[in-house]
């Protein structure tokens, strides 16, 4: 769907060609007086084929592309599909808006302000704030013009936010349904304060207006406050006066009317009609309207015409030249029907009724005796004398009329005045306002971030001081357990050198007598040897058989000694094969000592690792108290208070 206002600028652009060549795009994007990587990307989203220029759908795509990144909208794929608000460029003349030079902003009712509300909940926020996209696809609904929801989304969004809060979405349905229904016949070029006080403020859905027992006498809220209540309390689109614009304007009525008088004078009524903001030649037009017989005061009813009116025109209800039949609500009768007058009669301005006044307070006229009672000469000077009272009267109603223009305008400049400088601040607090909610998110970010930093070192410190802690009985539990082995260790090897010094006398003295042994063995080896050759000597058979029987008898008791030697020889190879398991259990335990003292030395090692994993956990946590306190100095700075670390041991 295509805008009449895209078309158009589109044409513009493109003039007579068919395409917009890459050079001719620069040229004509570069008034957007957007960045140059805003427009880079802009043409890389619509100029998808890198064929080197924009056909007439992709200009219109690059310009919807750019009416939103004007408005601060980040540029993404979906944006172009849809009317965007129009893009500003620098020497486009676009038709202006009409712009009212005085911008009468009708009251934003309760009711509707709790309805734009209630939508504005349903359309889903964040945070408090609705996404700019769904707002303005909210706004395409009404078939305003894009001129006119352009207008409206700057008017109301003028830091380029891209998200609007509650407030703001009022404002936008305000100015929407103004135009819808005819009660804003033109977009001003600011938002006025009071329109912008009364979106501010928080309504509920239902909410009740009831009539005052005692009218306000407060002439000052009388087109502000009470304007605002009444328009909310009744229907002020029909011609009967409701009773409490009735009661309203009896108030008014009794404060302005100072001597009890029962009648308002120009003077007195028009300061206060000034302050309604109406233009001077409205407010002659509603005097003209309710001054039955032009004589130059309001009586109580004739004056709460004149307020109705006022408040008729103030909530965009068009006064006609001739009034309806005008009736009240409570007991005050009908109003007299205005009489038409003549062009002599009628006055343009609204100081009229000042004119009236100095004509009333004129002093009767003398009765004039007829001709044939008086002498004329003196009629004659009496006629001169009022002539000259005349001239004067004309000349003070002249001169207070040009007075009284003069303060009507000074009043009306004072006015403009205070309104730009209201709608001044109002803009600025809105920026005061959004700087601070920025600078709060920052320091509620920076806050969120200390304290996460805070919280991780404490939990760092906490696990620091628990693994020291843990080294710390680890080593101890080390240092007992290296000690005692030690002492073992340091017993059982002085034990093994005394067994090893007994051992080695044991073996000496053993190694002697093995020796001794071993050459009495062969000693008796060689008496053995000696006898068995006797005995081969010896005669089988002979005749002395006693000295073969004493030979005999010396062989078997030698061999009984040579057995029992032969036992004793063998008790000592056992004794000597005892001895020498003893010293392969010796030379076992001489290995196990070397083992001891190797795994003494691997504990020696195993401790002086511990103490340097102690001396580093205790490095480690120096750090990290240093990092703490250097992170409760920045806390201090930033007025954050740090964490407390009562919880967290301090380390030793």
Known sequence: MTSSEESRLVDVILGSRESLPAADAINAFLPSRLPPEVLAHVWEMTESDQKGYLSRDEVLRSLRLLGWAQRGFALEEGLADEPSPLVTLDGQESPPLPVP???????????????????????????????????????????????????????????????????????????????????????????????????????????????????????????????HFIRASVDLDSWTIPEVVKQHSDSYFTALDKDASNMLHGDEVVPFLVDSGLPPEELARIWDLCDTGYKGYLVPDEFARSVFLVYKELAGYQVPMVLPPIHSSVQCGLLPEPQPRSRRQTLSDVEKPLLNKRWSELPPLPQTPSPASAPSPDVSDELDELKLKLEHMSQLRMKEKSTLNDHIAELQQSQQELLTENSELRIGMRNASHSMRRSMTVHTDKSNSLAAENARLKQQLREADTARENLREMHTRAMVEVTQENQLLHAKAESLASAMTSTAEERDVQRLVIEEMTAEIDRLRMQVADLRDTATLLPSAGDDEDLQRQINEDIARENRKLRSQVGELAESLRSLQASYATMVSRDDFERERQEGRQRVAQAEGQRADLQRRMDAAIQDNHRLRASRTATEVRGTERDLPPPAYEAVAPGT
């Open 101 to 227: 030079t005085f911008f009468i902003a009708p009251s934003l009712s309760p009711t509707n302000r709790a309805k734009y509300e209630a939508l504005f909940h349903r359309t889903g926020p964040e945070d408090g704030l609705l996404d700019g996209r769904k707002i303005w696809a909210t706004m395409l609904k009404s078939n305003l013009s894009l001129d006119k929801l352009t207008h409206i989304w700057d008017l109301v969004d003028a830091q380029r936010a891209a998200k609007l809060n509650c407030t703001e979405f009022c404002l936008i349905m305000y100015f929407i349904h103004g135009l819808l229904d005819g009660y804003i016949k033109a977009l001003p070029s600011s938002i006025p304060p009071h329109l912008y006080q009364e979106a501010e403020q928080t309504f509920v859905e239902k909410i009740d207006f009831p009539v005052p027992s005692t009218p306000s006498t407060t002439l000052v809220h009388a087109f502000t406050t009470d304007f």
